[in-house]
T-cell receptor, first 116, second 114 residues
Framework: NAGVTQTPKFQVLKTGQSMTLQCAQD?????MYWYRQDPGMGLRLIYY???????DKGEVPNGYNVSRLNKREFSLRLESAAPSQTSVYFC???????????????FGDGTRLSIL | GNSVTQMEGPVTLSEEAFLTINCTYT??????LFWYVQYPGEGLQLLLK?????DKGSNKGFEATYRKETTSFHLEKGSVQVSDSAVYFC?????????????FGAGTRLAVHP
């Protein structure tokens, strides 16, 4: 039972390069999320997808785009990477965002991204 | 706005010591509250949750009680182990616009030594 799988685990980019972070879940969840984790700031929501075919901005969407490719997959793209985007990125999924606020989110192991 | 404030770490304890990690929140409406734990090199895992006032969440010896009057959800454990060393995140969840989103505190690193 893989849960939420993120690829790659590590990546180093140069400023201006583009990159797509991949996320897939095998729990048949409807809702998926992308967070970034920075020291002393906890996790901040970048984008989320309440259901297949919908995406919405979170707290810190600038510089990112997302694609909900199908129910399983939710990718995060950096079109022109900047050093401020150096962070650890986490993908999460939840069964159904609209059913209630007491559901847990299930997280992947993260992608550590460094931008030089 | 909605926010979560946790005590700053790191918290360093000896094995079998009592643990308290403070968490307070600000929220419009009636949030659900969570504690997540992150072990080194891993993603976050749900540790416990409480969905309404006076609820107590518990798991693996950890407990937290949803206190509406003090807007708090402090994490406690009576006797910590070395294996409890991790980063602990307090979070709240609301349904603005009908879609569930988590708001996290900054995290508290716990180090337990033998």
């Amino acid at each position: 039972n893989a849960g939420v799988t993120q690829t790659p685990k590590f990546q180093v980019l140069k400023t201006g390069q583009s990159m797509t972070l991949q996320c897939a879940q095998d729990m048949n969840h409807n809702s998926m999320y992308w967070y970034r984790q920075d020291p002393g700031m906890g996790l901040r929501l970048i984008y989320y997808s309440a259901s297949e075919g919908t995406t919405d901005k979170g707290e810190v969407p600038n510089g990112y785009n997302v694609s909900r490719l199908n129910k399983r997959e939710f990718s995060l793209r950096l079109e022109s990477a900047a050093p401020s985007q150096t962070s650890v990125y986490f993908c999460a999924s939840m069964r159904e965002a609209s059913l209630g606020s007491n559901q847990p989110q299930h997280f992947g192991d993260g992608t550590r991204l460094s931008i030089l | 706005g909605n926010s979560v404030t946790q005590m700053e770490g790191p918290v360093t304890l000896s094995e079998e010591a009592f643990l308290t990690i403070n968490c307070t929140y600000t929220a419009t409406g009636y949030p659900s509250l969570f504690w997540y734990v992150q072990y080194p090199g891993e993603g976050l895992q749900l540790l416990l949750k409480a969905t309404k006032a006076d609820d107590k969440g518990s798991n693996k010896g950890f407990e937290a009680t949803y206190r509406k009057e003090t807007t708090s959800f402090h994490l406690e454990k009576g006797s910590v182990q070395v294996s409890d060393s991790a980063v602990y995140f307090c979070a709240l969840s609301l349904l603005p616009g009908g879609y569930n989103k988590l708001i996290f505190g900054a995290g508290t690193r716990l180090a337990v030594h033998p």
